[in-house]
């Protein structure tokens, strides 16, 4: 495999950015192997070669408060609940250093500086750049605290809208497997992983047309990617989630004419978090949040659904402790 590549597989927590920046930077050496072999990104590794890394230090990140148009959902003194729309980064990381739902946050609220880490402040759990929906935010360190303790245990709701693409041939399933990255491409991940973290997703199918499946995802645990990476396992990709195969052809038959349509006008992965539920980290009381589709998704859900892309909504939290 190539060089990169190499790095990645065998070192823990290495992606193929930093990877590319350590070899570049002259912090990969070839110890043994080819006196001509340059240690660059796509060298081809053999058995025989032994190499010695330096690893350096991340870059630190930080964030800063900045002028972001904030959609606020709840708030009082400990929490916010936002509704985050596709296309926001959640915090700063490499490559998205600033223009993060984090920088909104800080602008908002900037004593939550100081609440949990420097460049994630406040912040309970994530979804995905491209996925929009609901997000509970801590306003200080016992709150996030105790919101944190809440998510490690289950003691929540959460659940998605996404549009699969195919026929689920069950209305109900439960998918659960050892999540962790993909032994062949580190942008992705797989609930096939000979080591990682368990994983659970229970999908409800709500309806079908002769291309789509409209699916509830109603998350045991939160892994990155994981309602994405469960429905590409089961064959079922998310429509327009490009990184795992969600963005596709289709032959215009006359009976899948009308899908492919509406399918072409997908504008992203079609995975929205419109349900939220967990106990008050300061009241103890049970709380629960809805959002129904966003405007980029709504007209596509009503044109393959009709009364059906209606989402579905429960009084009652479905996990507890």
């Known amino acids: 495999m190539r060089l990169d590549a190499f790095l990645c597989a065998t070192i823990d927590g290495m992606s193929r950015a930093r990877a590319t920046e350590h070899l570049h930077a002259g912090h990969v050496q070839l110890v043994a192997g080819p006196r001509n072999a340059k240690c660059k990104p796509s060298l081809l590794v053999h058995q025989s070669m ?90 200080n360190e016992a709150a996030l605290r105790r919101l944190g303790a809440d998510f490690a245990a ?83 990709p998310i429509a ?9 052809p289709f032959a215009k038959t006359e009976r899948t004419r009308a899908d492919a349509g509406w399918l072409a006008q997908v504008p992203r992965q079609a995975l ?7 106990r008050h980290p300061h009241t103890g009381q049970d709380l629960r949040f809805e959002l129904d589709w966003p405007a980029d998704l709504a007209a596509i859900a009503q044109g393959l659904y009709g009364a059906d892309a209606r989402l579905p909504g429960l009084t009652e939290p479905v996990f507890r402790g």
């Open 50 to 139: 032994r190499f010695a890394v330096q690893l350096q230090p991340r870059p630190q990140l930080s964030a800063a408060p900045e002028p972001i148009d904030l959609r606020i959902v709840y708030e009082d003194a400990h929490l916010l609940v936002v509704d985050k729309p596709a296309g926001l980064v959640v915090h700063p990381a490499l490559g998205h250093e600033s223009g993060t739902l984090v920088n909104a946050l800080l602008y908002h609220e900037p004593e939550m500086a100081d609440v949990g880490d420097t460049y994630r402040p406040g912040l309970v759990h994530r979804i995905d750049q491209f996925t929009s929906g609901l997000l509970v935010v801590a306003k």
């Open 154 to 236: 289950h003691r929540l709701e959460r659940r998605y809208a996404a549009i699969a693409l195919g026929n689920l041939r069950q209305d109900t399933w439960t998918l659960q497997g050892l999540h962790g990255r993909h032994p062949a491409d580190r942008k992705k991940f797989t609930c096939r992983a000979k080591e990682g973290k368990p994983a659970v997703t229970h999908l409800t199918v709500l309806a079908r047309t002769p291309l789509t499946s409209l699916v509830v995802a109603t998350l045991e645990t939160g892994r990155t990617h994981q309602i994405r990476v469960h429905l590409t396992e089961l064959g079922h």
């Open 240 to 248: 327009g989630d490009e990184l795992y195969g969600g963005k596709r």
């Open 272 to 278: 929205h978090a419109y349900a939220l539920g967990f």
